[in-house]
């Protein structure tokens, strides 16, 4: 079975500041990768995937991250923070054995950017 | 090219009813996977459907259904409503023949259980 921690439930970080958003996955087989950003009350937007290959994923938004398969993490960065990256962010797992489209979620990561 | 569209947005229904909610996947999308959301539990997987069958299912009980027509639209119907079902309901749409795609997602159906 798969599963996903992220490690921060809320963030607080002044504008223009970095910040990292953790996420740790738990997997017995080869996975995929996600981080998804949902602004209120709207649906899930995707922000980047790992899927193979080089383990830095760049995303939309400014947004990256690193796969480490040797600390099974997926860490989320950006390096200067806008107001309106304040939203929810979501990491997920999915694997081809447990069928790629069925993501598992971790429990999300309130960021909250302060002027 | 239009996104996924859930219909309806917002609903009200009381204990003991049912309920059908509507997703229309983007248009070529032939996958179309639903999520519930809930303060309590989070994201979590109901199904997929891929050409009108049913792909993969999470672990929710059988008063959770759904179905897939040829035109690829898609709706999931809970029967016999309990309060813990209040939730965002969203749909994902992807063309469904690879890893490698995105999963597009709508901007759900919110669903209060009285």
């Known amino acids: 079975a798969q599963s996903v921690t992220q490690l921060d439930s809320q963030v607080p970080v002044f504008e223009e500041a970095p910040v990292e958003l953790r996420c740790n996955y738990s997997?017995?087989?080869?996975?995929?990768l996600f981080w998804y950003v949902q602004y209120p009350n709207q649906g899930l937007q995707l922000l980047l995937k790992y899927l193979s290959g080089s383990t830095l994923v760049k995303g939309i938004n400014g947004f990256e991250a690193e796969f480490n398969k040797s600390q099974t993490s997926f860490h989320l960065r950006k390096p200067s923070v806008h107001i309106s990256d304040t939203a929810e962010y979501f990491c997920a797992v999915s694997s081809l054995s447990g069928g790629y489209n069925k993501l598992i979620f971790g429990a999300g990561t309130r960021l909250a950017v302060h002027p | 090219k239009a996104g996924v569209t859930q219909t309806p947005r917002y609903l009200i229904k009381t204990r003991g009813q049912q309920v059908t909610l509507s997703c229309s996947p983007i248009?070529?999308?032939?996958?179309v996977s639903w999520y519930q959301q809930t303060p309590g539990q989070g994201l979590q997987f109901l199904f997929e459907y891929f050409s009108e069958t049913q792909r993969n299912k999470g672990n929710f009980p059988g008063r959770f259904s759904g179905r897939q027509f040829s035109n690829s639209r898609s709706e999931m119907n809970v029967s016999t409503l309990e309060l813990g079902d209040s939730a965002l309901y969203l749909c994902?749409?992807?063309?469904?023949?690879?890893?490698?795609?995105?999963?597009?997602f709508g901007p759900g159906t919110r669903l209060l259980v009285l």
């Open positions: 994902a749409s992807s063309a469904g023949t690879g890893a490698a795609e995105t999963q597009y």
């Open positions: 248009s070529g999308h032939r996958s």
């Open positions: 997997s017995s087989v080869s996975v995929y």
